[in-house]
């Protein structure tokens, strides 16, 4: 179990609201054996780790990944830049470029903050990085109501926002993520999906990452500051 992975449960228990002694009676254990779990100096069986994603409400890759995804500000942030990023003339962004954005948002958050604004993780695919979850959050913004997808002739997927759409709230999302998202919605507004797609696709993150695999946040701290979005 490495450091990471410890100080997440650590955290998420605390967060949660659990002493070591309820976490510890929720998982058939002694409190001594709990302790030395968060102290890297036992390691959780399967069905530890699965009772305890459960107690959690995480997934076990999250837990293992030592991040937390927050599916919820995950779908405001791609609200947010529908609204921020579409077109002056209809209002509309490609599927691909919108995903982009999103990563953009959340790999500058973490070169500032050293976490991501979602907690996402990037899979690195030919049209990535992109969570695999992203395109569960668009079908069911389409389900729900809040936005609309028009296809191209060409084959793209253009996306707008609906009037139930502009009604929610993005309180997930706070004042100073707002405020990045909007800089990073300025900046790329008049841009096309190729050209977004280049820049993510020469940054290391993406750069060093396998097909398929997920993409290091860690890396985008090497880059130089014009070059995070």
């Known amino acids: 179990m490495g450091n990471k ?3 997440f449960i650590k955290a998420l228990r605390i967060k949660r609201g659990f002493s070591q002694s309820e976490l510890a009676i929720k998982l058939g254990m002694s409190r001594p054996s709990y302790i030395a779990v968060e102290q890297e100096r036992k390691e959780l069986t399967l069905s530890e780790a699965e009772k305890l994603s459960e107690i959690f409400g995480v997934s076990l890759k999250e ?13 405001q942030m791609i609200l947010a830049y529908i609204r921020n990023a579409g077109s002056k003339k209809d209002g509309r962004i490609t599927k691909t470029k919108l ?54 002739e060409d084959g793209a997927m253009l996306i707008s926002q609906t009037r139930n759409g502009a009604k929610v709230a993005l309180s997930e999302i706070s004042k100073d993520e707002e405020k990045l998202i909007k800089s ?3 900046k790329w507004k008049d841009k096309n999906t190729q050209e977004i797609v280049t820049f993510t696709h020469n940054q290391l993150p993406y750069l060093m990452a396998n ?5 290091s946040y860690g890396l985008i701290t090497q880059e130089n500051p014009e070059d995070v979005y």
């Open 184 to 186: 990073i919605s300025k």
């Open 63 to 75: 837990m293992e990944s030592g991040i937390s995804a927050n599916y919820e500000k995950y779908k």
């Open 211 to 215: 097909d398929e695999e997920f993409v």
């Open 99 to 152: 995903a982009k954005l999103v990563y953009l948002a959340d790999f500058a958050w973490f070169y500032d903050n050293l976490e991501s604004m979602s907690g996402m993780q990037y899979r690195k695919i030919q049209y990535g990085p992109v969570p695999d979850s992203y395109f569960r959050v668009i079908d069911e913004l389409f389900e729900d109501g809040q936005i609309e997808i028009n296809p191209t």
């Open 5 to 7: 992975y410890a100080q």
